[in-house]
């Protein structure tokens, strides 16, 4: 699908990343069952902190302005649109659930809880970007106008992500070089 405008592109390409984040997530909560194989924690921690900082800072709030705008375009999407906004709290407040979990179980307390937490999170994060992706996203390209785009364009200004982006986070190096490292498996 050709997207008409840059910040949709970018949204798009937000969700590449965060798709292969969680698949880092996946592997290292995986690792709770096999024994001999310790998770590491760092690097969840470090995960879900991007969450924080990027997605629930800015993908999230951006894409809240983009339904707001496509609910006026094209109403039929409504209830879509809205329950994917409402997601997005969900996301975030699981994001913190997640994290306590894995501080709780680096003290040693409860595992299952954390591996519970995480199949949660992991499978509404997936089904969020499904949906945006296959329903959501092709409504917002072929609905919204050139003059909406300026206005979203205008409310939010872009930031740098700080694990993706060209300038990846000092505290962020060693997630980032983890990714890369998968990657070039793959
Ligand atoms: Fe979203
Ligand atoms: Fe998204």
Not at 20 to 41: D, M, P, Y
Not at 88 to 93: E, Q
Not at 102 to 122: M, P, S, W, Y
Request: with cysteine; net charge negative; glycine share 4%.
């Amino acid at each position: 699908m050709l997207l008409k405008s840059k910040i949709l592109q970018s949204l798009h390409e937000d969700h590449a990343n965060q798709l292969q984040l969680l698949s880092l997530i996946e592997l290292e909560i995986g690792k709770l069952t096999k024994i001999g194989r310790a998770a590491n924690f760092e690097m969840i921690s470090l995960a879900l902190e991007y969450c924080v900082d990027f997605p629930g800072r800015y993908h999230h709030p951006k894409e809240d302005l983009i339904y707001e705008t496509l609910i006026k375009r094209d109403p039929d999407i409504a209830i879509r649109a809205i329950a994917l906004t409402e997601e997005h709290h969900k996301l975030n407040a699981l994001t913190r659930e997640f994290a306590t979990a894995v501080g709780e179980a680096i003290d040693g307390k409860n595992v299952n809880h954390l591996q519970l937490t995480a199949d949660r999170f992991l499978k509404l994060y997936r089904c969020h970007i499904d949906i945006e992706e296959a329903e959501v996203f092709p409504r917002v390209n072929r609905a919204l106008t050139k003059e909406d785009w300026i206005a979203i364009d205008q409310a939010y200004s872009d930031s740098n992500d700080p694990l993706f982006g060209e300038h990846t986070r000092q505290s962020y190096i060693v997630l980032q070089q983890r990714i890369v490292e998968r990657a070039a498996l793959s």
